[in-house]
Each structure stands twice: as structure tokens, then as C-alpha cells.
């Protein structure tokens, strides 16, 4: 519903800030890069459920939209886009009845039917894009051609879309905060592997890239500032900048399993433990040990518009532990779950991540080793499945440094292997077979 409706640019892409009604039709018409991430996000899963073809398309038009509007040269993201242009909110992103038939003459009256657009408008007088009929549904009912209609509306949206573009575009926020890209890096990856898309890994590579070159404060240790600006970084980075910078690497692995990553996921995290921990080796503080200008240090463990460092650092440990065979780790985030689980029981809404790890440490932990000629290969076509709660690895020779590698090749031919805590089942030769023990 939300992508049917006007919090979502049906024009052109992302998502807006909150919806002011039950309807998702009248956004807060400002557009932050957190948000757009975290949709990416849970598209990517329900893509990958569904095999609908509307969520790859939200997918790809949320991307197309930071590319196009909050990329810089360097491959950073900007912040966010105001709401107002002119001084009036909304005002670039709304449309009158009129200017709709005067840009797309007799197709005006589909089009305004499919997408509510009327004379009296359906926000202050002005019509803001929403879908209130389902496309298979309004295909059906108007006796329309499904391919043919889907040309249409790409070839209608498109014009409005040109016409848009001569408007006075609302002010850009050219922050670049380190924790939002890192979010936006992790599901960019995450669209690149389920997708198979080169394009997007090269978007979500750069990325990384410029992170690793502007905001490391010295070549030799893992320490982050936390913004970038005119070419000029500051601020010591929070738990949130490496924790979602952790998770991204994790996923970065997942594009062409490049060992790299692993490592860089695992300097940051011992950084964050030896700089971010607390006095019982529970929880993370959200400042670093080292900052001297915080009177009091918290701790942050609500998941609200964007999840808790503890969150995704208890999620990030867990993965890890079990990438580096690091059993202190897995303790830990399993601590961290039991000190506020009466909390996740009874508010899961406060509590997002924290609960998807609950069910992940009562489920366990699918641990994928792929070894072989084709190793590579068919990862990335197991990746393409909806595996949660997985650890993949991937390597044609095996790799003696990772337990999940180690003693496992053979030269004649590419195993898939399905583990629990190291314990393997029986290798599979095929992904079909191997879908079958998951």
C-alpha cells in the first residue's frame, strides 16, 4: 500500500518521510536516505518471497532516485531532499487535472483514472499520484492488455517525468553521514546480489570505496568520523556509524565473495568492542570511550526510524562468530538478547531487530560453504533465494583461515555444504538439491 500510495514518488522514485493520514496518500514530501534504505531493504526480501515483479521494479526506481538525486561524484550519498521548493511543500512533486491532459493529450483519461487525478484533486485542491486500484485489477476491469498497459504507464510516467524536471527542485541536504550510507551501501549490495546486477555492485563498490577513503581518520587503525562535508570530515563516529558499516561489509561479501570484506567487518568490530563496550562486555555505549566532550555516555537499544546500534551490532557478532569461530562472540549477542528479551516479548514493535535475532537463535543459523571450480557461481545463484538467517561462504580451493572453508575442497568437483555450529550434512552437487535440506 505504501507504494501505491503518495508517500511513494510514483514519478520518480523514493520514498517520503511519514504519511500524514491512514492512507499513505499525503506524505511529509521530505525524502531521507535512511528511509529509502530500509525499504530496499524489505523489497529485496519480498521480491525474493514473491517473485513479484512490482517490488524489482520499486527496487530498481528507489535506486535509480539516490544515483540520480543523492549520489556525488565520488560515490557518496547526500542526506536527504527538503520537502518545500518555493516555499511551499510538495509543491514539486503535486499536479492539476489540466497540466495532466495538456502533457499526455488522449491518454490523459487512463491515466488519470489509474492514478486518481481529478479536477477538484484529492490533497488541497491539487492531486498528489496514488494507486487505488491494484494494477491486475484495474487491467481486468478495464478489459486492458496487461504488457501493453505496463508501456503505457512507464511511457505516461516518463512524460510527467520530463515535465517535472524543468521545476524548481526542493533544496538538497549535502550532508553525507557515514551510518545512513552504510545503510544504503548494505541494501544496494543486497539488491546487487539477489538481482545478479553488476551495475548496482559497482554503485554499492564505489560506495565503500569512498567511505574507506574519506572518512577513515588515519590509514593505519579502523577509527571513522561520522560526517563529510565540502571535502572536510568531522565528528568522532557513533556505535550506529560502525555497526551499520559492519553489516554493510558482511553484505558486500555476498556480491562476489571477496574475503576482504570479512576482514574489514572484523577490525571494525573489534574496534567497536574495544572502544564502544561497557563495564559487564554486554552492551555498547553510543560514543566512544575516547570522546571526551559527552558528559554522559548512553546506551541506545530501541529499533526506531533507523534500528539500534546494539541491534545490529548483536546481529553483526552473531554472523561473525561464526565466519571467524569466535564463541565469545555468539555469547555475547545471545546476552545481549536475554538482557532486554522480556522487552522484545512484549513491545516487538520497539524492538524490530532484537526480535528477527530471537527467531534467528531459535531457529539457528544455516551455515552455506560452497567449495569448488564454481564455487563462486553458484553462490551467487544461491544467494538469489530467500535464505534468512544464513552465513554463506565461498571459495574454489577452500580457505584453511575460515572454519567454514577449511577442509572441504576437492578437486573433481564444486560441494555445497549445509552446516549447523560446523556440523555438516551430507555435501549437495546441485542448488536444487541442496533448496531441498533448507
Known amino acids: 500500500k505504501m507504494l501505491e500510495g503518495g508517500i511513494y514518488d510514483q514519478v520518480g522514485g523514493g520514498l517520503a518521510r511519514y504519511s500524514t493520514d491512514k492512507e499513505w496518500l499525503a506524505p511529509h514530501f521530505e525524502k531521507m536516505l535512511y528511509d529509502n534504505a530500509l525499504l530496499i531493504d524489505v523489497l529485496c526480501d519480498a521480491f525474493q518471497i514473491t517473485g513479484l515483479l512490482k517490488y524489482k521494479t520499486a527496487i530498481l526506481n528507489i535506486i535509480a532516485f539516490v544515483k540520480t538525486e543523492l549520489t556525488q561524484e565520488e560515490g ?161 563516529a557513533f556505535l550506529d556509524d560502525y555497526a551499520y558499516l559492519i553489516s554493510a561489509c558482511l553484505q558486500l561479501y555476498e556480491i562476489n565473495f571477496n574475503v576482504v570484506y570479512l576482514e574489514k567487518a572484523n577490525i571494525y568490530t573489534q574496534h567497536v568492542i574495544d572502544n564502544f563496550g561497557d563495564e559487564e562486555n554486554i552492551f555498547f555505549y553510543y560514543t566512544n570511550a575516547g570522546q571526551t566532550d559527552v558528559i554522559v555516555r548512553k546506551k541506545e537499544i530501541y529499533d526506531g526510524a533507523t534500528p539500534s546500534g546494539n541491534s545490529i551490532m548483536a546481529l553483526n557478532i552473531l554472523k561473525l562468530s561464526i565466519v571467524f569461530d569466535k564463541p565469545e562472540w555468539r555469547l555475547r549477542s545471545v546476552s545481549m538478547l536475554l538482557s532486554i528479551k522480556n522487552s522484545v516479548l512484549k513491545f516487538p514493535g520497539s524492538f524490530g531487530i532484537w526480535a528477527s535475532l530471537l527467531q534467528q537463535i531459535c531457529i539457528d543459523t544455516f551455515e552455506v560453504a560452497v567449495v569448488g571450480e564454481n564455487a563462486i557461481e553458484l553462490a551467487k545463484q544461491i544467494t538469489q533465494n530467500y535464505l534468512p538467517f544464513k552465513v554463506i561462504m565461498a571459495s574454489k580451493k ?18 555445497i555444504y549445509l552446516c549447523k555450529q560446523y556440523n555438516c550434512l551430507q555435501p549437495s552437487r546441485t542448488i536444487t538439491e541442496f533448496l531441498t535440506y533448507v
Open 398 to 415: 577452500g580457505d584453511e583461515k575460515f572454519p567454514l572453508l577449511k577442509s572441504k575442497y576437492r578437486s573433481i568437483e564444486t560441494l
Open 76 to 236: 557518496g550519498f547526500y542526506a536527504a531532499l527538503d520537502a518545500d521548493s518555493e516555499g511551499i511543500e510538495g509543491k514539486y512533486y503535486v499536479w492539476n487535472k489540466i497540466e495532466i491532459d495538456d502533457i499526455l493529450g488522449k491518454d490523459a483519461p487512463l491515466f488519470c483514472k489509474y492514478f486518481d487525478i481529478s479536477i477538484e484533486g484529492n490533497w488541497e485542491g491539487v492531486n498528489i499520484l496514488r494507486i487505488l486500484q491494484d494494477a491486475p485489477k484495474f487491467i481486468i476491469e478495464n478489459n486492458l492488455d496487461e504488457v501493453s498497459f505496463n508501456e503505457f504507464i512507464i511511457n505516461c510516467l516518463n512524460k510527467l517525468k520530463l515535465k517535472r524536471s524543468g521545476r524548481i527542485k526542493p533544496a538538497l541536504d549535502d550532508k553525507i553521514i557515514l551510518g545512513w550510507n552504510a545503510l544504503m551501501l548494505k541494501s544496494i549490495a543486497q539488491a546487487a546480489s539477489i538481482l545478479q546486477d553488476q551495475s548496482l555492485a559497482d554503485i554499492a563498490e564505489k560506495n565503500y570505496a569512498f567511505l574507506e577513503n574519506k572518512f577513515n581518520k588515519t590509514p593505519l587503525l579502523p577509527e571513522m568520523w561520522h560526517t563529510y562535508k565540502n571535502g572536510q570530515a568531522k565528528y568522532p
